[in-house]
């Protein structure tokens, strides 16, 4: 079993949709990051969350600790949005448990 | 951007072969870690370092090597190259604090024929 799962595992939606991408988590956290891959490219942070709310842009990430869950919302969603979004949870002793990534294209 | 440089980038080579790909940075991170990224397995520990000389596995190690013996390089060898370690593989680093991130570098695409 992972420690990390995502859904949906591939996601398409029409320009200006509105995205979700969920994660849950099965251990013990100290944050939760969201990264994004965009195809052959490298990796890149886009939020690290202990708690609540973020916002950057058109990208907002939740995080519930108690249910041990968290989204990623992308508003009014561009084809420059397309890429693979990782939820990564980080423990003490500087471990990462990754999920599979959600790969999403937004058509135009 | 984190100072996160691999080399290679790409590089195809013959089975049985040694291949040694290089992470080098330049945030004097303390913790460097080697993953290989595979279609429907996400990422996957290799071997992580915590430390000059200080290496451990990771769930993946088999048929992987490592070695640290400056803070800014890590070394990851494929001692006899086979087809199952064709993959993408991925450097990070992180520092030691209570909500720590991890830093990519760009990737190397490896491809054993």
């Known amino acids: 079993k992972n420690e990390v799962e995502q859904s949906p595992q591939n996601l398409t939606a029409q320009e200006g949709e509105f995205i979700t991408i969920n994660c849950s988590y099965s251990v013990g956290i100290s944050a939760l990051h969201w990264l994004q891959q965009h195809p052959g490219g490298g990796i890149v942070s886009l939020f690290m969350l202990s708690s609540g709310k973020k916002k950057h842009g058109r990208l907002i990430a939740t995080i519930n600790i108690q249910e041990k869950h968290s989204s990623l919302h992308i508003t009014a969603s561009h084809p420059r949005d397309s890429a693979v979004y990782i939820c990564a949870v980080s423990r003490t002793g500087n471990q990462f448990y990754f999920g599979t990534g959600t790969s999403l294209t937004v058509i135009p | 951007d984190a100072g996160i440089t691999q080399s290679p980038r790409h590089k195809v080579t013959e089975t049985g072969t040694p291949v040694t790909l290089r992470c080098h940075q330049t945030?004097?991170?303390?913790?460097m870690y080697w993953y290989r990224q595979d279609p429907g397995h996400g990422l996957r520990l290799i071997h992580y370092?915590?430390?000059?000389?200080?290496?451990d596995k990771g769930e993946v190690s088999d048929g992987y090597s490592v070695s640290r013996s400056k803070t800014e390089d890590f070394l990851l060898t494929l001692e006899s190259a086979t087809s199952s370690q064709t993959s993408v593989y991925f450097c990070a680093i992180s520092e030691l604090r209570r909500y720590t991130e991890a830093f990519f570098g760009q990737g190397t695409r490896l491809t054993v024929v």
């Open positions: 370092s915590y430390g000059v000389k200080d290496t």
């Open positions: 945030e004097n991170h303390r913790y």
